[in-house]
């Protein structure tokens, strides 16, 4: 936007405004972002109470958590490409409009059908939101913005993620109605952010209707293989932790702990998301080609950090499992994300990074299922050991390659 030069030292007053505006909208979409991943989060410390409820066992709750996955994955899968093509905010206003009825399920929720249903939902929500939101907090930001934007799209999705059960657990805890009213706010939240959205600019000048939108095949090139293996690798083991964490610590800070403050749940799940945010931001510091073994190392403490605290029954192990591996987990998948875009040929990054999150959602999903298949014949305690020694196993063979096969500095 053209300005004025001001009489000293030539500053250029409007496009101060402009950046200013460039800024404030920026931060605006960012906050929409936040909102609709803390959805996605939300039921989290709320699982116990749903058991009690319904009386459904751990394995149904592993399953009903593992639906948002296929959700995600399908959205990505089938429609990943579509605010391309008819625009973000369309695209943005569509995924509130799922994060609303995925509310409503839940608020409504009079047996099990109702929790598939909302948790499904959920998951086309965040499969719009996740590269929708991303690019369009990056479009809205001034020249020049576009590190500080990246700080703001990452710190707005996993901030999201964490002040989801956050937010479910103090109001369960402090307040009335804790089925209800966190859906409540919620709903009143996302009712703001559809305003908020509707006020900003569309970024997509050029636009296509939505029968251009082809579903997108995962592709995978045959140069970027020998990268693409441990960073998946490190993304499933990371995302799986992450599954682990969100599904089923409440119920072993229940069982096994005592620990039957919701608040408490839903903090020690929300320090794993935070800690992310801080993995992902050190990247800058680190450097790609280090982060990804560091993060593998961070993500392996985590787990050991994990199976000291099913052993022994301690909440300093589950806290520190949660910070180091979350810490782990944001190191290694945006590293991960960074040498599979760098390996990859422009024209197939896309379809490349798409694989890369499918791989990364099948981690929420399916190690989750087996840990809930386990609780039954060998208890939770037993379950989680098994997941924690197959997911060690996973990540110290993507650690010994990338030692041996560094993932060159550049990317």
Request: net charge positive; hydrophobic share 55%; charged share 10%.
């Amino acid at each position: 936007m053209p300005g004025r030069a001001g009489a000293a030292g030539g500053v250029t007053v409007g496009g101060m405004d402009g950046d200013r505006r460039g800024w404030r909208e920026c931060l605006l979409s960012g906050a929409v972002f936040a909102v609709c991943m803390a959805g996605t989060t939300l039921p989290t410390p709320l699982y116990p109470l749903y058991q009690e409820k319904f009386g459904f066992s751990e394995l149904t709750v592993t399953i009903v958590y593992a639906v948002y996955a296929f959700g995600v994955i399908g959205v990505l899968l089938l429609v990943g490409n579509a605010s391309d093509a008819v625009g973000r905010r369309a695209v943005l206003l569509c995924g509130l409009g799922f994060a609303a009825a995925s509310a409503l399920c839940f608020l409504g929720a009079t047996g099990l059908g109702w929790l598939y249903a909302g948790r499904l939902l959920s998951g086309l929500s965040a499969g719009l939101f996740t590269g929708a939101a991303t690019a369009y907090v990056m479009e809205l930001a001034p020249p020049g913005g576009v590190s500080r934007a990246t700080f703001v799209a990452t710190a707005a999705n996993m901030g999201g993620l964490g002040c989801g059960p956050l937010l479910a657990g103090v109001l369960a805890q402090y307040a009335d109605w804790p089925l209800y009213l966190p859906f409540v706010v919620h709903l009143a939240l996302v009712a703001g952010s559809a305003a908020v959205l509707l006020r900003l600019p569309e970024t997509v000048r050029e636009r296509s209707p939505l029968s251009t939108v082809r579903p997108q095949r995962p592709g995978l090139p045959a140069q970027v293989r020998a990268v693409f293996g441990p960073a998946a690798i490190a993304s499933f083991v990371g995302f799986a932790l992450f599954g682990v964490f969100t599904s089923v610590s409440p119920a072993f800070l229940a069982e096994s702990l005592d620990v039957a403050d919701h608040a408490v749940s839903g903090l020690v799940v929300a320090l794993a998301f935070f800690a992310s945010t801080a993995g992902q931001l050190a990247v800058g510091r680190v450097g790609v080609g280090r982060s990804l073994p560091l993060g593998c190392a961070g993500l392996l403490a985590g787990l050991a950090l994990l199976a000291g605290a099913l052993r022994w029954d301690l909440m300093a192990l589950v806290v520190a499992s949660a910070l180091v591996g979350g810490g782990g987990q944001g190191l290694a998948f945006r590293g991960a994300l960074a040498a599979v875009a760098e390996a990859s040929p422009a024209d197939r990054r896309a379809a490349v990074i798409s694989t890369l999150f499918v791989v990364a959602y099948a981690g929420i999903s399916v190690p989750v299922i087996g840990v809930g298949v386990l609780t039954g014949p060998i208890g939770l305690e037993g379950a989680g050991l098994v997941f924690i020694a197959c997911m060690a196993v996973l990540v110290s063979t993507a650690a010994v390659y990338l030692v041996r096969r560094p993932v060159p500095a550049r990317a």
